[in-house]
């Protein structure tokens, strides 16, 4: 929270057990529904339903997302943290990439422009509500209740990627040792997001480091994601 301004305390939000129940539903269905509707028909329905997740389900419960809420006079020491984790990541990339055998530039382009930001700007937004519901539903903290929130949180981060992402979404040879870090630094830039939003109460702040991952490897892979799309 910023000195001389008022800022938006993520703490102030009262789950209630409904949500617990909702962030669980999610957070262990939602990877394999992605995973099977991708199998069927490409990845558009189930970004679509993510996303949808993300922007709708989360603003009904919550009340707000995080883009509108007032900025601090400075972005926290845990964001540049973040940064730094994140063009680490990037570097491990780069050293262990997946390129993609003649490149169609358009299709890179439009990845840029449109997946990276809207992916970007997404998905942690349902990752914090679920950690959110389970660590800020009990009137005083309890450590239980952390604990089973950071659980879930790594269960969905982890399967959705590992289910649906991973299908048609490389860009680091998970079999070299660049590549494992790569996942690594990834990992801890994911709890980052969690450290950045308590401190700072504004998503933009997730949303940036996020962008960078997803736009970083575009430059050297090649990647297309719209053959992806549709089947």
Same mark, same amino acid.
């Given at each position: 929270?910023?000195?001389?301004?008022?800022?938006?305390?993520?703490?102030? /939000?009262?789950?209630?057990?409904?949500?617990?129940?909702?962030?669980?539903?999610?957070?262990?269905?939602?990877?394999?529904?992605?995973?099977? =509707?991708?199998?069927?028909?490409?990845?558009?329905?189930?970004?679509?339903? *993510?996303?949808?997740?993300? $922007?709708?389900?989360?603003? %009904?419960?919550?009340?707000?997302?995080?883009?509108?809420?007032?900025?601090?006079?400075?972005?926290?020491?845990?964001?540049?943290?973040?940064?730094?984790?994140?063009? !680490?990541? &990037?570097?491990?990339? *780069?050293?262990?990439?997946?390129?993609?055998?003649?490149?169609?530039?358009?299709?890179?382009?439009?990845?840029?422009? &449109?997946?990276?930001?809207?992916?970007? @700007? @997404?998905?942690?937004?349902? $990752?914090?509500?679920? +950690?959110?519901? /389970?660590?800020?539903?009990?009137?005083?903290?309890?450590?239980?209740?952390?604990?089973?929130?950071?659980?879930?949180?790594?269960?969905?981060?982890?399967?959705?990627?590992?289910?649906? /992402?991973?299908?048609?979404?490389?860009?680091?040879?998970?079999?070299?040792?660049?590549?494992?870090? +790569?996942?690594?630094? !990834?990992?801890? @830039?994911?709890? %980052?997001?969690?450290?950045?939003?308590?401190?700072?109460?504004?998503?933009? +702040? !997730?949303?940036?480091?996020? +962008? %960078? =991952?997803?736009?970083?490897?575009? &430059? $050297?892979?090649? *990647? @297309?994601?719209?053959? *992806?799309? /549709?089947?």
């Amino acid at each position: 929270m910023s000195e001389g301004r008022k800022t938006y305390d993520p703490t102030t /939000w009262k789950p209630g057990r409904l949500d617990l129940i909702l962030s669980a539903v999610i957070a262990f269905s939602l990877p394999p529904l992605a995973g099977w =509707l991708y199998d069927k028909k490409g990845a558009l329905i189930p970004m679509l339903i *993510y996303y949808g997740l993300a $922007w709708g389900f989360v603003k %009904l419960r919550r009340g707000v997302i995080g883009y509108l809420t007032p900025m601090p006079e400075k972005p926290p020491v845990w964001f540049y943290i973040n940064v730094a984790v994140v063009i !680490t990541a &990037l570097a491990f990339a *780069y050293m262990s990439p997946v390129r993609v055998e003649n490149p169609w530039l358009p299709g890179v382009v439009l990845t840029a422009l &449109l997946w990276a930001p809207v992916n970007a @700007s @997404s998905e942690q937004i349902l $990752w914090l509500y679920i +950690f959110d519901s /389970w660590d800020l539903y009990p009137e005083e903290r309890r450590i239980g209740y952390r604990i089973a929130g950071l659980l879930l949180f790594m269960a969905f981060v982890g399967m959705i990627h590992v289910m649906f /992402w991973t299908k048609f979404l490389q860009v680091a040879r998970p079999d070299t040792v660049f590549g494992t870090l +790569f996942v690594l630094a !990834t990992t801890i @830039s994911g709890f %980052l997001h969690i450290v950045v939003w308590r401190r700072s109460g504004q998503m933009v +702040f !997730t949303f940036i480091p996020h +962008f %960078l =991952l997803n736009l970083g490897p575009l &430059l $050297w892979t090649g *990647y @297309s994601i719209l053959p *992806y799309l /549709w089947k």
